[in-house]
């Protein structure tokens, strides 16, 4: 069974609009992580935010924010004034277990994101 | 300088040869892992180092063998290449179990098995 379900295969957005991106989970662990990376037409995998399950706040890094429903298993990645830049697939990833377990990421099938001029 | 550096970004090699995917990292971590993302973009672990220990080894065909000389370096050797081995292989590190959440990718590398 899927770990991580992200529903939007592809998504447009206006530049200087907010948008947001789909992200559940599904784990029994208590103590998890949840990541969104980055990976533009040229490849790379950028690191974007983390939250842990038991941080109280929503993550917060810049322009992105991952709005963090933890009854819902939901961990969706808020985009504030879209650039032309931000035109990617964005993953959404989880690692089971605590921190001081030995990482081992799932990643979610990815969302394609366009930024219209 | 490159945090995670990976060589070569570009493979083509014919189907039953060997070839190796060299990674490298200078951010001091000491886990480092292998993934594959395929054509539909889906990545997957392969393997994870840490201290040049193997620690997780997912279903991979026994022709994948990753090899640790020292915590810094993480190489992959595939033998006798098969089409379906088409893909991009990305390394990673972080700092491990105890802190940074996050993961460290290198460039990928884009090997096409024809």
Known sequence: AQKITQTQPGMFVQEKEAVTLDCTYDTSDPSYGLFWYKQPSSGEMIFLIYQGSYDQQNATEGRYSLNFQKARKSANLVISASQLGDSAMYFCAMREGPKTSYDKVIFGPGTSLSVIP | ?114
């Not at chain 2, 020292?70 to 290449?81: G, R, V």
Request: some cysteine; aromatic content about 10%; charged content about 20%.
């Open chain 2, 1 to 114: 300088d490159t945090a995670v550096s990976q060589t070569p970004k570009y493979l083509v090699t014919q189907m039953g040869n060997d070839k190796s995917i060299k990674c490298e990292q200078n951010l001091g971590h000491d886990t480092m892992y292998w993934y594959k993302q395929d054509s539909k973009k889906f990545l997957k672990i392969m393997f994870s180092y840490n201290n040049k220990e193997l620690i997780i080894n997912e279903t991979v065909p026994n022709r994948f063998s990753p090899k640790s000389p020292d915590k810094a370096h993480l190489n992959l050797h595939i033998n006798s290449l098969e089409l379906g081995d088409s893909a991009v292989y990305f390394c990673a590190s972080s700092q491990g179990p105890l802190s940074g959440p996050e993961a460290f990718f290198g460039q990928g590398t884009r090997l096409t098995v024809v």
